[in-house]
DNA sequence: CATGAATGAGAGTTCATTCAT
DNA sequence: AATGAATGAACTCTCATTCAT
């Protein structure tokens, strides 16, 4: 068998993980439902990945590392730091929205991991490694764009772009997830995204920049 | 044994709970594991508690309501409503902050629920419901804060109050747990507190709403 | 609970492990069959032992060390060389045939040991250690015995102890196990026993001594 | 694919089963490591065995037939019996160490078969019986020998013919493999065979005859 | 009230075996 | 003749929950 078609059988198991656990939560769902969904065997599951462990975390470091590589790869076109920073929201947008699984990311992304001593072989302990990296590598992109925006003065400086960068990310996850506190999983699923389109997302986010932006644009 | 004692070792039971489930999250903590933090025997835990998920659905009442009620209460000696909202910052921050399990909130908040149909007890759907009721209450209760705020011209009304609320929700979730995207659970534990104080919490906030507020008040 | 009550049930489940592998072979045995022959349920069995292996551990050690400590504390009462190899030939004698379990301990001595590094606690890899070292005493107490009878002049002097103790040793196991090469477990259980009497093999012992003795006792 | 081809392949495959079943045991060997091994895929193995039983059948199989008619074989040379006695052991000794293989068949010889009524092809079964036909007709061939040893007067007779093969197989198989109560596999794979060479063996064996002789030849 | 021995459902995982290519 | 992706049976093990004491 070539290697498109495995990778092809690897991304629907994967896809098929995605909606179970994104739905169901990791703990909750079950290897039988992620191979019927996939319309697989439970067994083939253990043939493209280590342990249902390896399921959760490969969809984190997809996620992660696609944000990282798109964003890093728009950036260089762009000189503004608060265009930056647009192209960062825009990049999260394509990726959770550019399909039905939208609000599954969401729940994936929450998802807590187990303490790394528990992981067991070193592949997995490996792109463990590479989630925490790609998270850490996130925070010091959008804290470095706040300061550039801070130096030029086309952001507020007298607040510290750590700060600034939980306030805008924080805004951004409870737009696109309607948190508050946190709901129960079939809340989450069944309602929010409804109520919550992209164009609103992103005028108000839009809205949060230009809030702290010395010199605000104009929204139409 | 009379009410006050029994009410004692519930509350015993809870906190452990409270710990361990805040440490190592729902599924990976064990009831052995509480039960010897709380010093009782395993078979105990059900005297006082339907099963594990009575736990952790209690806590989250617990909180919940806490939350509200004091914040209800708080509210009738107010009349600006920038000043409610400060006020509710000010609730969240009490409650979360006043002892050392401070951070072990945010990892119970954090847990996702199962779906409402597997819970079997009357009782535990009713307490399930109640969490939910208090989600809405909560949220129902900034927005309209929020709402009054821009009808009386000391916030900016060019931006929905649901969407305001939900980004002063964010912004103030991630200032204290420190996320951006969702980290492991060790490094949530074990790094964020330390790196972020609550007077600089509450000085981010204050910015925040200041950014939004028609008569920003100067900060110190 | 007491500890009389628990050490039977614990026991209980050995004896019935004893048979169950004994009779089909370590891999061929399912912790169903062992809880149902013990009258437990399956989980029970966890309660008493850490895993599978732990059983199987259990046992060897049980053997090696009861033999080892009987022999020990017999071998206090005697002087002639001769006399302490005959009571070693007893002891074993003793704890092999002293119910109907006999021939289960043959096949359970011979089952094979994974790798200690497979062995993930360190209970167990403990244990291990310890029947390593008992299977080690055991062999250094006959090569000594026999060394003495050598030097004293009870025994030919002109074959190297350790030679000799692996010829009494292996003389030992195939009559009572009735080996040649490795039989059928089945065919080891139906057949060998009843064509093996007790006195049988403790004549063929005795003039196995007598040959290599300088001054052989007569059989009756 | 000629025969010899066919042959030849079979033979490397039963060559790789030899060395892991033989390092790690048949239970603790899996078909990957063997395929592995032989340098083909899995899935080939089963083009030429029906089942991995079947290695391990077919390992033993091989073994006792090999002993047999070779031994048959060079008996018609030789009329003493004690000659055709140590004929048997220099055939054993030939077939055993002829390679670096060498103590991988004691491990092969000392695996537990499953019940006979476990298997279910009738190819294995016979194969199986066999096996057990190979066993008994060495030991009966062994009896005869010594019968006609002691009738001749060689032998001392006042010991069953059958207990004495059993004292002289026993000796054999504890002189090669180093056992006295069941070893764990790795010891026995990495430290008996350094410590115990052929000719001491060999001599051994001699000693061993010379004490049952009624003429005992002269060791040099 | 409190204990902890006992239960058993249910999960993940392994791996021999099959079969389309 | 050879491959290796795919299957699924069968296992061990965990742990919430129960209940006799």
Same mark, same amino acid.
């Given at each position: 068998?070539?290697?498109?078609?495995?990778?092809?059988? /690897?991304?629907?198991?994967?896809?098929?993980?995605?909606?179970?656990?994104?739905?169901?939560?990791?703990?909750? $769902?079950?290897?039988?439902?992620? $191979?019927?969904?996939?319309?697989?065997? /439970?067994?083939?599951?253990?043939? =493209? #990945?280590?342990?249902?462990?390896?399921?959760?975390?490969? +969809?984190?470091?997809?996620?992660?590392?696609?944000?990282?590589? @798109?964003?890093?790869?728009?950036? @260089? @076109? %762009?000189? $503004?730091?608060?265009?930056?920073?647009?192209?960062?929201?825009?990049?999260?947008?394509?990726?959770?929205?550019?399909?039905?699984?939208?609000?599954?990311?969401?729940?994936?992304?929450?998802?807590?991991?187990?303490?790394?001593?528990?992981?067991?072989?070193?592949?997995? /302990?490996?792109?463990? !490694?590479?989630?925490?990296?790609?998270?850490?590598?996130?925070?010091? *992109?959008?804290?470095?764009?706040? !300061?550039?925006?801070?130096? &030029?003065?086309?952001?507020?400086?007298? &607040?510290?772009?750590?700060? +600034?960068?939980?306030?805008? !990310?924080?805004?951004?996850?409870? %737009? =696109?997830?309607?948190? #508050?506190?946190? /709901? *129960?999983?079939?809340? &989450?699923?069944?309602?929010?995204?409804?109520?919550?389109?992209?164009?609103?997302?992103?005028?108000?986010?839009?809205?949060?920049?230009?809030?702290?932006?010395?010199?605000?644009?104009?929204?139409?």
């Amino acid at each position: 068998m070539n290697q498109d078609k495995i990778d092809l059988k /690897r991304s629907t198991i994967l896809r098929a993980a995605l909606k179970i656990i994104g739905e169901r939560g990791y703990h909750y $769902a079950t290897l039988s439902q992620i $191979a019927t969904e996939a319309g697989v065997s /439970r067994g083939l599951i253990h043939f =493209y #990945f280590e342990n249902k462990l390896d399921l959760l975390i490969s +969809l984190m470091l997809f996620f992660i590392e696609k944000v990282n590589s @798109t964003h890093q790869q728009e950036l @260089t @076109t %762009l000189d $503004a730091p608060l265009e930056k920073l647009r192209c960062y929201f825009k990049v999260f947008n394509n990726i959770v929205l550019n399909d039905e699984d939208s609000l599954y990311w969401g729940n994936i992304l929450r998802e807590g991991l187990p303490p790394a001593q528990m992981l067991k072989s070193k592949m997995l /302990r490996e792109k463990y !490694g590479r989630i925490v990296e790609g998270n850490k590598n996130l925070m010091k *992109t959008i804290v470095e764009i706040i !300061g550039q925006a801070q130096t &030029i003065g086309t952001l507020d400086n007298s &607040i510290p772009p750590q700060i +600034l960068a939980l306030i805008l !990310g924080g805004s951004l996850q409870f %737009l =696109y997830y309607g948190l #508050f506190l946190q /709901r *129960t999983r079939s809340v &989450i699923v069944n309602n929010n995204y409804e109520t919550m389109n992209e164009l609103l997302i992103k005028n108000a986010m839009e809205i949060l920049i230009n809030k702290f932006s010395l010199y605000p644009k104009h929204l139409k």
